[in-house]
């Protein structure tokens, strides 16, 4: 078990990424794709191979010479699979993965990410760094990687990147609430997930002895992943490390699409006619900041098992996200239940 030392410069400096990060979700999937195993991401694979199979990508081409070079279907995903894996180590895949669509991120149309995508798919997508990545370690003709790795993300990762953001957003909030309550320490105990805090030392499972060097006082970016199954320290082209972890499994669910959200098929419809009522709406309306059952039926003066209850309701329609944090359980609005809210404010 290695880890790194942080000063208590860097423990000032903590962030949690505000956005998922395109070039690691690009990277860490594509191991889970080509896995014998894919465990509790087996629908999602299910699913994504088949629109592999059909070579399209949502659809509709990706653009910047994608059809032209001919970059769909399993010559494209060969493309992918040789720059991607001749990368070597996490870090070095995220760099190559950024090199090719730091200005070409198909997901910009798709999700709104914002107009410099490339910065933030170099920064790991925390908002910090924006110098150019190395281009792939082997002699590969630029455009056909440019192409089959838009091809790959505009197939794999785009369907979801929307599910993605609303994931971030939901651990975001409950990564907030431990900072808030007990500072750098509660936040960094609270990951879990092969992390061992003991100041000024976090450890991590797996790591090498000594781990990556850092350069004192540039703080931490903490980056939830939906694909990460490990928690592990990176060292992109950025002056500040991230430090990324596994997401909570409602959120990986919610941001996999394994929970029919409102108006997404019979369930939903149903879920959505549950929902209906008062209480509820006043709950949901409180769970713009995270609460455990316990809090919300206090500060709502009904029993824990009656708040139980319309959580799970607000949880399967969508509304509501969960994440655990040591011995509790946080639950959140999703950002669809938040506009629930707002489109409804003042009803009764």
Known sequence: MGGITLSETDLSRISVASMPSLALEVSLSLQILDRRSAGSYARWRSRTRARLRLGHGGGRAVGHGTTEHG?????????????????????DQVRVVSWAVGKHDPLTHRAEAGADAGAEAGAGASGHGTRRPTAPPEPVPAQPVVSALLWYCETVIAPYWNRFRAAVESERAV??????????????????????????????????????????????????????????????????????????????????????????????????????????????????????????????????????RHLSVLRDAGLVGSSRRANEVLYVATPLGRALVDSVSGAG
Request: glycine share 16%.
């Open 71 to 91: 970059a769909f279907g399993h010559g494209a995903l060969r493309i992918v699979r040789r720059v991607i894996g001749g990368a070597g180590t996490l870090a």
């Open 175 to 308: 990564h907030a609430r431990a900072l808030l309550s007990g500072g750098p320490d509660e936040l960094l105990r609270s990951l879990g997930h092969g992390l061992a805090w003991r100041r000024p030392r976090l450890w991590v499972e797996g790591d090498g002895e000594a781990g990556p060097r850092l350069r004192d006082g540039g703080g931490l970016v903490v980056v939830p992943s939906v694909f990460c199954e490990r928690s592990e320290i990176l060292l992109p082209d950025a002056d500040r490390p991230l430090l990324v972890h596994p997401m909570g499994t409602s959120a990986r669910d919610l941001a996999l699409g394994l929970h029919s959200g409102p108006g997404e098929g019979v369930n939903g419809r149903r879920a959505l006619g549950n929902l209906l009522g008062g209480t509820r709406a006043a709950i949901l309306a409180e769970l713009r900041s995270p609460y455990t059952t316990t809090e919300v039926a206090r500060r709502h003066d009904l029993a824990p098992g009656t708040v139980s």
